[in-house]
């Protein structure tokens, strides 16, 4: 089946880190990714990781990935204020026509970051 | 500005009335989506458009009828709504990249069925 399960709410103080954390239910996923959404805008890609490395670092954010338990995180180190957003994980699954996929998304975890 | 374009950004409409919403994109995709957003509840998939054909349609009710006349416009036409429908309606088109998918999003259409 195609699950994608994320909490629903995370708080957290400005300058300490942030863990977000996603299970999917795809084996055959070959990339997860992470959007955030701010207030009022669209879904913006923020990183992505392919299902055959483990970790990835950029800049500020980690995900990591342990594909045998299917659970994704998103670690952002030094939380600011402008990291309150809705952050969305999604698993891509291969459709049948050509080389489009389509990206199954969770349900997004709120991130509130307290001055 | 991410070269997706939403219109309108909000709708009211009765349960009676007929609507349409529009995207527009001019990044080259040939890939167009139209999702779901409600609250608490995952993004849904509604439906996918490569190179103007429809590849999938989510079990969507007939209400919802969807139109790509091209790879750079997307409608979707609203008909005899319920309240349940209101929600943040969410255009995207993809590139695929050396095997990468990355959606670009529009900025929505709020949607609030009376």
């Known amino acids: 089946g195609e699950d994608v399960e994320q909490s629903l709410f995370l708080s957290v103080r400005e300058g300490d880190s942030s863990v977000i954390n996603c299970t999917y239910t795809?084996?055959?996923?070959?990339?997860l990714y992470w959007y955030k959404q701010e207030p009022g805008a669209g879904l913006q890609l923020l990183t992505y990781?392919?299902?055959?490395?483990d970790m990835k670092q950029d800049q500020r954010l980690t995900v990591l990935l342990n594909k045998k338990d299917k659970h994704l995180s998103l670690r952002i180190a030094d939380t600011q204020t402008g990291d309150s957003a809705i952050y969305f994980c999604?698993?891509?699954?291969?459709?049948?026509?050509?080389?489009?996929?389509?990206?199954?998304f969770g349900q997004g975890t709120t991130l509130q970051v307290k001055p | 500005e991410t070269g997706v374009t939403q219109t309108p950004r909000h709708l009211v409409m009765g349960m009676t009335n007929k609507k349409s919403l529009k995207c527009e994109q001019h990044?080259?995709?040939?890939?167009m989506y139209w999702y779901k957003q409600s609250a608490k509840k995952p993004l849904e998939l509604m439906f996918v458009?490569?190179?103007?054909?429809?590849?999938e349609n989510n079990s969507v009710p007939s209400r919802f009828s969807p139109e790509c006349p091209n790879s750079s416009h997307l409608f979707l036409h609203l008909h005899t709504l319920q309240p349940e429908d209101s929600a943040l309606y969410l255009c995207?088109?993809?590139?695929?990249?050396?095997?990468?998918?990355?959606?670009?999003f529009g900025s929505g259409t709020q949607l609030s069925v009376l």
């Open positions: 795809d084996s055959s996923s070959t990339y």
């Open positions: 999604a698993e891509r699954i291969s459709m049948n026509t050509g080389n489009t996929g389509k990206l199954i």
């Open positions: 990781i392919f299902s055959n490395m």
């Open positions: 990044l080259g995709h040939n890939a």
């Open positions: 995207a088109s993809s590139t695929y990249r050396g095997l990468v998918e990355k959606l670009f």
């Open positions: 458009y490569n190179f103007k054909e429809q590849t």
